[in-house]
């Protein structure tokens, strides 16, 4: 295909197929463009909406019509035993842990003998076992606890209230400490996502409903640059997009497991199961 074929498929086609009001530069037609440098680079100088230039040089020219944030939060911090699971009842030999697969919203279910330590199940990071924790952000109630494979991370934990679709914290982590950490910098900032290492915690705060920033965005956009590669490079996580991943697991309507504040969810028999099998 030639730049003009990817140019139409971008530009003229979805307004003609969709009727929508936006300019084409014809005759009559509200002047609705950009300015690029070049047509190999495409490097954006100039943004005209209705006549009115919206942005030059990387600078908006909008206006600020930031209001008041709106936003839920009825839990408190956590405290890291809240994260623990005692070992299962005898007769248990196994646990379900959900597979999280890189680019996927699915997930698949494995079955996976535990890890002990002191009585309790931990997470196991030579085999990529962690631990993955739903906190209700509504109401101060325990944490929903598993077992999910994939995230790679080799110490710490990371954490985000953008969870679809109830938008609780979801966290993902290779110790009870790190785990609450990470859960407890999300709760303080009333929705974000955060990460936390051996020596550097980060936060990118999410103050409306805990979804949304009303900061400028390239600045949030280098913040999670930033924190992704800190999650990858200093925490070993092999996800291209670990946050993205993190953010449906808590999503229950998708196979195969998914994990939930109040627990493991098939959504193949669309019933919940218990950790141990």
Not at 26 to 34: H, N, V
Not at 157 to 167: N, Q, R, T, W, Y
Not at 210 to 234: E, I, N, P, R
Not at 241 to 248: H, V
Request: overall charge negative; aromatic content about 8%.
């Amino acid at each position: 295909y030639s730049r003009w074929d990817v140019l139409r498929a971008a530009c003229l086609n979805p307004v003609q197929h969709y009727q929508l009001q936006v300019g084409l530069l014809r005759a009559g037609d509200p002047a609705d463009f950009i300015v690029v440098n070049n047509l190999t680079d495409f490097t954006v100088l100039q943004t005209v909406i209705d006549g009115q230039v919206v942005a030059q040089n990387g600078q908006s020219h909008l206006p600020d019509l930031r209001s008041e944030w709106v936003n839920q939060w009825g839990c408190g911090p956590k405290r890291a035993d809240e994260f623990s699971i005692p070992y299962p009842p005898t007769g248990a030999t196994e646990l379900r842990v959900i597979e999280a697969l890189d680019g996927q919203l699915i997930s698949n279910e494995l079955h996976v003998y535990p890890t002990l330590a002191n009585g309790q199940l931990v997470a196991d990071t030579a085999l990529d076992i962690l631990k993955i924790a739903v906190v209700n952000r509504y109401a101060d109630v325990p944490p929903a606890i598993g077992f999910i494979k994939n995230f790679g991370l080799k110490h710490g934990a990371i954490a985000s209230s953008v969870g679809h679709d109830s938008h609780n914290i979801t966290a993902v982590g290779c110790d009870d400490e790190s785990l609450c950490q990470a859960v407890n910098i999300v709760i303080a900032a009333k929705g974000g996502l955060s990460a936390v290492g051996p020596q550097h915690t980060h936060l990118l705060p999410l103050p409306v409903a805990g979804l949304m920033t009303d900061t400028d965005g390239y600045a949030v956009a280098k913040q999670y640059a930033d924190l992704d590669q800190f999650v990858k490079k200093d925490l070993g996580s092999t996800l291209s997009a670990p946050f993205m991943t993190l953010s449906f697991m808590a999503l229950l309507v998708i196979p195969k497991l998914k994990l939930s504040d109040k627990g493991l969810f098939d959504g193949e028999q669309f019933r919940f199961v218990p950790l141990s099998i």
